[in-house]
T-cell receptor, first 114, second 113 residues
Framework: AQSVTQPDIHITVSEGASLELRCNYS??????LFWYVQSPGQGLQLLLK??????LVQGIKGFEAEFKRSQSSFNLRKPSVHWSDAAEYFC????????????FGGGTRLMVKP | DTGVSQDPRHKITKRGQNVTFRCDPI?????LYWYRQTLGQGPEFLTY????????KSRLLSDRFSAERPKGSFSTLEIQRTEQGDSAMYLC???????????FGPGTRLTVL
């Protein structure tokens, strides 16, 4: 069965600083990987996805993520964080053989200092 | 608004009561998913439909839970004899088939007293 680990429960960065959120997955085949963001009281919004091809994927709001098969990782990065990026971020892996049901990590709560 | 909608947004009930939630997916999406999210955790998969067929159910979906999608459009999730442990956010998502992204609704927050 697939699993996702987000090692950092909370991260605080200063506005304008760079950001990296870690995600490690376990899946027996080539994974479909996703990053979602959830603001308070809001639903989940997709930031970016990896299905195949180029291992560096670009998403919305200036985010990018890099798939590293050797490390089973899919870390999310942003070069300069804005106060509006404060939210909860979830990494997820999709299962090909079960209707692409998603398995989520526990999430990382990002706080942004002015 | 052409996104996924869920109703109600909030539900407070007493232990032992039955509750039903509704999800309206994006109209052209034939896949519909239900997830549950407890405080401080990531969403957990409950079940999914392709058109009206329920194709996968998680072990989290006890006998007290039932989901339907009778005409392949909207879906309902019913919880019978609610327990305090059922308190959570219930999220619905929809997608086109074959590995496309899932679009999530705003969720229904259930509180069982």
């Amino acid at each position: 069965a697939q699993s996702v680990t987000q090692p950092d429960i909370h991260i605080t960065v200063s506005e304008g600083a760079s950001l990296e959120l870690r995600c490690n997955y376990s899946y027996g085949a080539t994974p479909y990987l996703f990053w979602y963001v959830q603001s308070p009281g809001q639903g989940l919004q997709l930031l970016l996805k990896y299905f195949s091809g180029d291992t560096l994927v670009q998403g919305i709001k200036g985010f990018e993520a890099e798939f590293k098969r050797s490390q089973s990782s899919f870390n999310l990065r942003k070069p300069s964080v804005h106060w509006s990026d404060a939210a909860e971020y979830f990494c997820a892996v999709g299962a090909h053989d079960a209707g692409n049901m998603l398995t989520f990590g526990g999430g990382t709560r990002l706080m942004v200092k002015p | 608004d052409t996104g996924v909608s869920q109703d109600p947004r909030h539900k407070i009930t007493k232990r032992g009561q039955n509750v039903t939630f509704r999800c309206d997916p994006i109209s052209e999406h034939n896949r519909l998913y239900w997830y549950r999210q407890t405080l401080g955790q990531g969403p957990e998969f409950l079940t999914y439909f392709q058109n009206e067929a329920q194709l996968e159910k998680s072990r989290l979906l006890s006998d007290r839970f039932s989901a339907e999608r009778p005409k392949g459009s909207f879906s309902t999730l019913e919880i019978q004899r609610t327990e305090q442990g059922d308190s959570a956010m219930y999220l619905c998502a929809s997608s086109l088939p074959f590995f496309n992204e899932q679009f999530f609704g705003p969720g229904t927050r259930l509180t069982v007293l």
